[in-house]
């Protein structure tokens, strides 16, 4: 847009309409008088006002370092952010508004306030870099979080997947009075198991001490000794499992972990998992991480063994990429008991789905189930 170009062109020529001041009188008058009425929520005064003078009356920033642990933005930007009027932060925005603190502080703001990304990602848009460390850019020194954090400590999910979407680094740490933060311990910590499972799903990799970080904090909320009661014993244990299932961290500190934790401090279903985890047998519903089967004790097993499930459901919506790599336990010829049993009906080779009926069989021996498995693979043989 023409409007766009002209306001870029003019800020690139360093006009200073968009620098942050120190001073409320470094100011126009014109963007004092936005700023206040963006404090009353005037936005159709404001609006009027920029059509009428040029947008500059809305790029007014006054930051203010109240004291070393408090810093803080003021502007039109930051204002509508805070009442959550996205239609004002677009036309901002759409106005040529770029300045990196603000932008920062209006998302920080935008995350701290809601789960609705609609401004978080406006701002992305227009350029604010979601790694963005006001440490680094030199704003404010006892910053200790960066956007991510503050998503994942407030539990928005989809806030965190528009950071995600724009490139945002699930592994940075942020190091603070010798403490290190990383997005995943964050999140353990504040019991927000959706977004925790969203960072190892999206390939976050957890460090070994984030390992030791998120067990910790599991085997104190089981204690009911955590600070933070949305991470209760039940999600703590949730937590654990997709450590383990999908961060698959190294046994060794896994190990370590296990053998050092103190007999008081033993959770009895956590280590139970953990000692599944390193003995390498399955603990948990491969797609959903159920630790138990629906209306039964125990998983359900391939025959392989190195895969189980909750229910025939989930079995079925992983068979597609397992059945890759099944190879269920193979008698002297090579062949898997479902290949057996495919033969001797069919007098013929297994073919892929061989192993399907094998699943079914792992449910076997409960009645219903099993019949069940058996029906579901004949309907599906009708149907190719
Ligand atoms: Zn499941
Ligand atoms: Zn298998």
Redesign the pocket.
């Known amino acids: 847009m023409e409007s766009q170009s002209e306001v870029e062109s003019s800020h690139n020529s360093s006009e200073t309409t968009n620098v942050a001041v120190h001073s409320w009188d470094d100011l126009t008058e014109g963007q004092q008088c936005c700023i206040n009425w963006a404090g009353d929520q005037d936005w159709d005064l404001i609006k009027g006002y920029a059509k009428e003078h040029g947008p500059e009356v809305l790029f007014g920033v006054y930051t203010v370092l109240v004291d070393e642990d408090e810093w803080s933005v003021v502007s039109v930007l930051t204002a509508a952010s805070q009442y959550g009027n996205a239609e004002m932060v677009k036309l901002t925005l759409e106005a040529g508004f770029d300045n990196k603190e603000a932008m920062f502080w209006a998302a920080g703001i935008s995350i701290f306030n809601s789960d609705n990304s609609t401004i978080l990602r406006l701002l992305l848009e227009h350029g604010l870099d979601p790694n963005m460390d006001l440490r680094f850019e030199g704003l404010w020194e006892k910053c200790s979080k960066n956007l991510l954090m503050v998503a994942a400590e407030k539990g928005h999910i989809d806030q965190a997947i528009a950071l995600l979407d724009h490139g945002a680094n699930m592994n940075k740490t942020m190091a603070v009075n010798g403490n290190v933060y990383s997005p995943l311990t964050v999140t353990a910590s504040c019991g927000a198991h959706d977004i925790f499972r969203l960072f190892l799903t999206r390939g976050a990799i957890p460090t070994t001490d984030d390992v030791f970080d998120v067990f910790g904090y599991c085997l104190k909320a089981c204690k009911g000794e955590h600070p933070n009661p949305s991470l209760s014993r039940d999600v703590a244990i949730k937590m654990v499992a997709t450590l383990l299932h999908l961060g698959k961290p190294d046994s060794d500190v896994v190990r370590d972990i296990y053998n050092y934790a103190e007999p008081s401090r033993r959770d009895p279903t956590i280590f139970n998992i953990t000692k599944h985890y390193l003995q390498g047998r399955p603990f948990c519903?491969y797609?959903?991480e159920?630790l138990t089967a629906k209306e039964r004790d125990k998983l359900l097993m391939c025959p392989c063994r190195n895969v189980a499930?909750?229910?025939r459901s989930?079995q079925v919506k992983h068979w597609r990429e397992h059945k890759v790599h099944c190879r269920g336990p193979l008698n002297e010829r090579g062949e898997s008991e479902a290949m057996v049993k495919k033969r001797s009906k069919t007098g013929k080779g297994a073919a892929a789905g061989g192993a399907d009926v094998g699943v079914a069989e792992g449910a076997d021996g409960t009645g219903k189930n099993g019949k069940k498995g058996k029906k579901g693979k004949n309907s599906r043989g009708k149907k190719k």
Do not use: H
């Open positions: 519903c797609v959903c159920a499930y909750c229910s989930c």
